[in-house]
C-alpha cells in the first residue's frame, strides 16, 4: 500500500525547512552540495556494458545489451536506443512489485530523453543494413536501493555503463547480417549530465535526499550537455514555479554539471 | 560417495573436482532500506535478497487470521543473461517464486505473526545456472538478518549428471548440456529437505546419490552463510 | 545436560544451546529435548534458563510500551498509527481527549494524517492490534523535533541499565531525547550541533550494541564530538 508512503510528514517537514533557513541541510551538506558520487563499471560480465553508482546510499546498478532488430519506419538508417527503469522491491519499502508505475516510467523517459537529445552516440553509426537491420541498444536502469535523486544517479550510471559498453561486429553476407567474434567499443561522444533540483520551502537544494523528496513542494531536473546546453527539462511536483526561480535553478544546473561529468570521465 | 567418478582424466568445464562447489561469496546487511538483507556471488550467478517485515497485510483479505504469509519473488534483471529477458515476470520465474516460499515456510515461526505477511525479495543480477538455489542461499541470510525469528537456516545447491558423471552443483553449461538437475534445499540442524525438483533422466541409485551428493554441498553453504552472518558483528570478538 | 556454548558468544537460528531439562528464555524454542536458538544474538545462561539477547529483531509492542508514531487514517472515531509493529495500531477517540465520541467532532483538528505523536500501548486487543493512548504527561502530538530510526532489539542498550546510557546522553548533550521502544527517537536540542551529536551518537550505539564497556566509550565519544569546531 503505497499510499501510506504519500503521506507528508509534517515533523519532518518542518525541520528540513528550519535547518535549510540557517543554510545547512539534515545530514550537514551545504545548500549546492552532491552527496559523495563512486561508479564501478564491467560488473555484470554478461551484459556488454555495466556500472554500479553509489550516490551517498542511493544504488542503481545500469546494464547495457545490445542485439539486433528492425529500425523504426521514420529513422530507417539509425541505430535502437531504449531506456527502462525497474524500480526493485527491495531497493524501499514504498516500492511494490509489480508493472512500472508512473515514478519509473518518468525515470526511464527523462534518462532517455538526456541520451536521445545529446545524441550521446552516433545512430547512424548503428546502422547495418538500411531499413532492415540496426544495432538494438537497451539502458536497464535497476535501482537498488532508494535514498533520493534517482535521476540523477541513472543519469551518471546510463552514461558510465555506455562508455564501456561494446557492440559484437557483424558482416554483411548476401544481405544478410552475420554475428561475428569481434567487438568494437560503441564510442559515446557526449555526456548530458542530470542535475536534480528541489525547492523546499523558499530554499533551492541540489542532489535531494529521500526526506527531502518526501517534503518538497517542486523539483526541476536539467540535463546539460558538455557544451553547456540544455537538453532535456522536467518539472515534477505539486507546486508552481516563477519564472526566476526556474532560471536560477537553470544556473545552478549549469554550474554543477561540469563536476559531475568529470566523476563519470576519472571512473576509468 | 563412491570415488569412481574420479579415475580417469574427465574434467568438468571450469576445472572444478566432480564434488566441489563454485566460489561463493555472501555478504549479510547490504541494502540499507530494507529490514533484512543479503548479497551472494555463486560462481558467476549474482543475487541480491531483501527482506521487509513482518508487517500489516495489504490486502487484507490475503491475510490469514492463525499465522504470517510469506510472500517470496523471484526476478531477474533484464540484462542478467544473454540476450536480454523482458522484466515483465515469466511463468518460471512464479514457479520458482512459489518454490522458494516453500524451501523457506518450514524455517520460520510464522504462526508468530498472525495476520501480518514478511516479503523476500530477491533479484537475480546475473544468472549462471542454480539461481534458484543461490537466491534461497541469499533469502535465508535476508530473513536472519531481519531478525525474523526461525528454527533453522535453509542451505540449498544442486547436484546432476553430465557425460554420465555425477556432479554437484551445476553451473550454466553444465545445466543446459547436463543429462540431469536436482535442485535441493536443506535445513541441516533439522536434517530436513524443504526443496527437491529434478529434471532429466537418473536412475533410483543415481537419484539418491545426487540426493546425498546435494545434502553434503549445502552443509558446506550452511557454514559459509553462518560466517556471513557472523562477520556482520566482527568487532566482537576484538572488543574486551 | 550440557551447555554448548559459552555465555555471550554469538548464536545463529537453529544453533543447539543446551541439551536437558531447562526453562526456554527469549528468542529460544525447544525442539527434540534441545533447546535452539530462533534468532541471531548473544545467548546468556542464567539460573535455569537459557535465553537469547536478540542483534536483530523487529518490534513486537507490549502493554506499557513508550512508543513514536505517525497517523496514516483516520476512521470514524479512531485514528490509525504507524508504529513499525506487524499490525498497525488504533488510536479511540476517548484515549486522545479524555472525552467520548461525538458525530461532530471534526478529527483532523485533533490529530491529522502526517502527524507524529508519542503514545502509550494500553492494551493488545483480540486480534493483537495495539491500542494507543496519547493520556499522560509527556505524551500526545510532537510539534518539535526530528525522528531517527535504530533496530528495535537494541533500544534497551540504548537506554542503559536503569536509564544510565540516555541520561549519560542528556547530561553531556542538554539535548531532549525521548525513545520509543519501537525504535523511533525523538531528538530535538536548542542547537543543530547538540542534534548532530545525539545522531552520531546513537549511530554508534547501534553499531556497537552487543559490545562491553559501552557506557564509557560513549561518554568519550561525545566528548570528542563536542571539542570538534563546527
Known amino acids: 500500500m503505497s499510499s501510506r508512503y504519500g503521506i507528508i510528514p509534517r515533523l519532518k517537514r518542518k525541520k528540513i ?61 539509425e541505430g535502437v536506443l531504449v531506456c527502462n527503469a525497474e524500480f526493485v ?54 535501482i537498488l536501493n ?28 548476401d544481405d544478410e547480417a552475420v554475428l561475428t567474434e569481434k567487438k568494437e567499443p560503441l564510442k559515446v561522444r557526449k555526456l548530458p549530465v542530470a542535475v536534480t533540483i528541489a525547492k523546499i520551502g523558499e530554499s533551492f537544494v541540489v542532489d535531494p535526499s529521500a526526506d527531502e523528496e518526501e517534503v518538497m513542494d517542486a523539483r526541476l531536473t536539467v540535463t546539460v550537455d558538455d557544451d553547456g546546453n540544455i537538453c532535456t527539462l522536467q518539472k515534477s511536483g505539486s507546486e508552481g514555479l516563477t519564472l526566476d526561480e526556474i532560471k536560477k535553478a537553470i544556473n545552478i544546473a549549469v554550474e554543477k554539471a561540469p563536476e559531475i561529468r568529470a566523476k563519470i570521465t576519472g571512473s576509468e | ?43 558467476r550467478n549474482k543475487i541480491i535478497a531483501g527482506v521487509f517485515g513482518p508487517k500489516e497485510m495489504h490486502p487484507k483479505h490475503l491475510a490469514k487470521p492463525h499465522m504470517a504469509v510469506l510472500r517470496c519473488r523471484y526476478h531477474m534483471a533484464p540484462f542478467s543473461v544473454d540476450p536480454r529477458r523482458s522484466p515483465a515476470p515469466s511463468r518460471r520465474d512464479n514457479e520458482i517464486s512459489m518454490v522458494m516460499r516453500y524451501a523457506l515456510e518450514p524455517a520460520i515461526f510464522l504462526e508468530r505473526y498472525p495476520r501480518s505477511s514478511i516479503d523476500v525479495y530477491t533479484e537475480v543480477l546475473q544468472a549462471d545456472g542454480g539461481t534458484r538455489c543461490a537466491c534461497i542461499n ?64 537418473l536412475s533410483t541409485e543415481e537419484m539418491e546419490e545426487c540426493v546425498g551428493l546435494a545434502i553434503e554441498g549445502c552443509k558446506q553453504i550452511y557454514e559459509m552463510q553462518r560466517e556471513a552472518l557472523k562477520k556482520k558483528y566482527g568487532i566482537e570478538k576484538e572488543e574486551p | 545436560m550440557s551447555a554448548h556454548f559459552e555465555n555471550r558468544d554469538l548464536v545463529i537460528p537453529g544453533d543447539i544451546l543446551y541439551e536437558g531439562r531447562i526453562r526456554t528464555g527469549d528468542n529460544t524454542y525447544r525442539a527434540q529435548g534441545k533447546v535452539c536458538a530462533t534468532r541471531i544474538g548473544l545467548v546468556e545462561y542464567g539460573r535455569g534458563i537459557v535465553s537469547v539477547i536478540a ?86 502530538k510532537v510539534e518539535e523535533g526530528f525522528i531517527i530510526r535504530i ?64 557506557t564509557n566509550r560513549i561518554q568519550e565519544y561525545i566528548k570528542s564530538l563536542k571539542e570538534e569546531p563546527n
Request: aromatic share 4%; charged share 30%.
Open chain 1, 146 to 173: 532508494h535514498a533520493g535523486n534517482l535521476i540523477d544517479a541513472s543519469a551518471v550510471a546510463a552514461l558510465a555503463a555506455l562508455r564501456g559498453a561494446m557492440k559484437p561486429v557483424y558482416k554483411i553476407e
Open chain 2, 138 to 201: 541469499a533469502a535465508t541470510v535476508a530473513l536472519v538478518d531481519a531478525g525474523i525469528p526461525m528454527r533453522d537456516l535453509v542451505a540449498a545447491c544442486a547436484a546432476g549428471k553430465i557425460d554420465g558423471r555425477l556432479i554437484l552443483d551445476l553451473g550454466d553449461y553444465e545445466d543446459k548440456k547436463g543429462q540431469a538437475d536436482v535442485p535441493l534445499a536443506y535445513m541441516p540442524k533439522l536434517d530436513k529437505v524443504t526443496l527437491l525438483q529434478m529434471d532429466g533422466t
Open chain 1, 17 to 77: 525547512q528550519e535547518t535549510l533557513a540557517t543554510g545547512k541541510r539534515m545530514d550537514g551538506r551545504g545548500l549546492g552540495d552532491y552527496r559523495e558520487i563512486s561508479i564501478r563499471t564491467g560488473i555484470i560480465e554478461k551484459a556488454e556494458g555495466s556500472a554500479e553508482v553509489y550516490l551517498g546510499e542511493t544504488r542503481v546498478l545500469v546494464g547495457i545489451k545490445i542485439g539486433v532488430g528492425a529500425p523504426f519506419e521514420d529513422t530507417p538508417d
Open chain 3, 55 to 140: 542483534l536483530e529483531a523487529g518490534y513486537n509492542p507490549l502493554v506499557g510500551d513508550l512508543v513514536i508514531g505517525k497517523v496514516v487514517d483516520i476512521d470514524l472515531g479512531f485514528w490509525v498509527v504507524d508504529i513499525d509493529a506487524p499490525a498497525a495500531a488504533i488510536l479511540n477517540v476517548p484515549d486522545a481527549i479524555d472525552a467520548p465520541f461525538r458525530p461532530d467532532l471534526v478529527m483532523p483538528d485533533i490529530l491529522d494524517v502526517g502527524d507524529t505523536i508519542v503514545a502509550k500501548v494500553v492494551d493488545l486487543d483480540r486480534r493483537r492490534t495495539p491500542i494507543l493512548s496519547i493520556l499522560g504527561r509527556d505524551l500526545g
Open chain 2, 1 to 43: 560417495m563412491s570415488p569412481r567418478k574420479k579415475k580417469t582424466k574427465w574434467e568438468r568445464i571450469d576445472g572444478r573436482e566432480w564434488n566441489e562447489l563454485r566460489p561463493i561469496r555472501i555478504e549479510s546487511g547490504v541494502l540499507p532500506n530494507a529490514d533484512g538483507s543479503a548479497y551472494i556471488e555463486m560462481g
Open chain 3, 151 to 214: 533496530t528495535p532489539s537494541k533500544i534497551p542498550r540504548l537506554i542503559g541499565k536503569k536509564g544510565s546510557m540516555v541520561n549519560m546522553i542528556l547530561k553531556e548533550t542538554g539535548c531532549r531525547i525521548v525513545i520509543g521502544q519501537n525504535g523511533r527517537i525523538l531528538i530535538h536540542g536548542r542547537t543543530r550541533k547538540q542534534e548532530e551529536i545525539v545522531v552520531n551518537v546513537v549511530d554508534k550505539i547501534e553499531r556497537e550494541a552487543h559490545t562491553s564497556g559501552l
Open chain 1, 89 to 142: 522491491p527491495v531497493a524501499s519499502p514504498a516500492f511494490e512489485p509489480g508493472p512500472p508505475d508512473e515514478k519509473s516510467i518518468e525515470l526511464a523517459r527523462v534518462v532517455d530523453r538526456g541520451l536521445r537529445s545529446a545524441e550521446v552516440v552516433d545512430f547512424s553509426k548503428l546502422c547495418i543494413i538500411p531499413g532492415k537491420k540496426v544495432y538494438v541498444v537497451h539502458v536497464d536502469l535497476y
